[in-house]
């Protein structure tokens, strides 16, 4: 997976699954541009990755933010869009319709506008990696809302392969990844909530930011993969 000389940006890259992706691309011999809206969690990522790595705080949500950050990085060759968010958990009972709301706008929107704005910069024939969230295909209670957010990111990757090629555009579906996720439950119910997801996992693990850095690294490397979703969750769809 040799990606020297080619210029990868990481959208979302300033912490795990973006995080673990821009110094997987660095290893392979890229030069790696990672983003993010916080620019103390900014600055706190470019001090774990090499000094080849910048960076730059971006609200991916904002067209105008998007074009500058583009209009500064140049011409590239690959885009990786790894931005969470929390909202849009929860029973759909109790599931409010601004808090989706608020799920698509951090999101879908985020990977929609980020990746109409890149196409002016973006090589013709790179590639586009999405990351989105196992949820989108597998059924897991009180992730309604996350399913409808990934499931329609999912939805577009066909057809945008079809429409931007030889542009190639791929997605990589994580499942429970130990990241800063994570952060907002408290950690002895989070660890107990791992170690229920693990005993019910074909792996018996949950999984790390390097496990889904992995998978979108193969799909940044192999020039032969575009329109394909690739499961990274341990075999949660199976179990």
Same mark, same amino acid.
């Given at each position: 997976?040799?990606?020297?000389?080619?210029?990868?940006?990481?959208?979302?890259? !300033?912490?795990?699954?973006?995080?673990?992706? $821009?110094?997987?691309?660095?290893?392979?011999?890229?030069? =790696?541009?990672?983003?993010? +809206?916080?620019?103390?969690?900014?600055?706190?990522?470019?001090?774990?990755?090499? $000094?080849?790595?910048?960076?730059? !705080?971006?609200?991916?949500?904002?067209?105008?933010?998007?074009?500058?950050?583009?209009?500064?990085?140049?011409?590239?060759?690959?885009?990786?869009?790894?931005? %969470?968010?929390?909202?849009? &958990?929860?029973?759909?009972? %109790?599931?409010?319709?601004?808090?989706?709301? +608020?799920?698509?706008? &951090?999101?879908?929107?985020?990977?929609?506008?980020?990746?109409?704005?890149?196409?002016?910069?973006?090589?013709?024939?790179? %590639?586009?990696?999405?990351?989105?969230?196992?949820?989108?295909?597998?059924?897991?209670?009180?992730?309604?809302?996350? $399913?409808?957010?990934?499931?329609?990111?999912?939805?577009?990757?066909?057809?945008?392969?079809?429409?931007?090629?030889?542009?190639?555009?791929?997605?990589?579906?994580?499942?429970?990844? #130990?990241?800063?996720?994570?952060?907002?439950?408290?950690?002895?119910? +989070?660890?107990?909530?791992?170690?229920?997801?693990?005993?019910?996992?074909?792996?018996?693990? =949950?999984?790390?930011?390097? #496990?889904?850095?992995?998978?979108?690294?193969?799909?940044?490397?192999?020039?032969?993969?575009?329109? !394909?979703?690739?499961?990274?969750?341990? &075999?949660?769809?199976?179990?």
């Amino acid at each position: 997976m040799d990606l020297e000389g080619q210029k990868v940006a990481v959208l979302g890259g !300033t912490s795990g699954i973006g995080l673990a992706t $821009a110094r997987a691309a660095v290893d392979a011999g890229a030069t =790696v541009v990672i983003a993010g +809206r916080d620019p103390q969690r900014l600055e706190k990522a470019l001090k774990e990755l090499p $000094a080849t790595v910048t960076g730059a !705080t971006v609200d991916a949500t904002s067209t105008d933010s998007l074009k500058d950050f583009y209009s500064d990085l140049g011409t590239f060759d690959h885009l990786v869009l790894a931005v %969470s968010g929390r909202a849009g &958990g929860g029973p759909f009972e %109790s599931l409010e319709a601004e808090q989706l709301r +608020r799920a698509f706008e &951090g999101k879908f929107f985020a990977y929609f506008l980020a990746i109409q704005a890149a196409l002016k910069t973006l090589r013709e024939g790179g %590639s586009i990696v999405l990351v989105t969230a196992a949820s989108a295909r597998t059924p897991f209670p009180g992730t309604s809302g996350l $399913a409808a957010v990934n499931g329609a990111l999912e939805a577009m990757i066909p057809t945008l392969a079809l429409e931007l090629k030889p542009t190639r555009v791929n997605g990589v579906s994580p499942g429970v990844i #130990d990241t800063p996720w994570w952060d907002d439950m408290p950690q002895e119910r +989070r660890q107990a909530a791992f170690a229920q997801m693990a005993a019910s996992s074909p792996v018996a693990r =949950v999984g790390q930011p390097e #496990d889904v850095a992995g998978a979108v690294l193969f799909l940044l490397a192999d020039s032969y993969m575009t329109g !394909t979703i690739v499961e990274c969750d341990g &075999g949660a769809r199976i179990k």
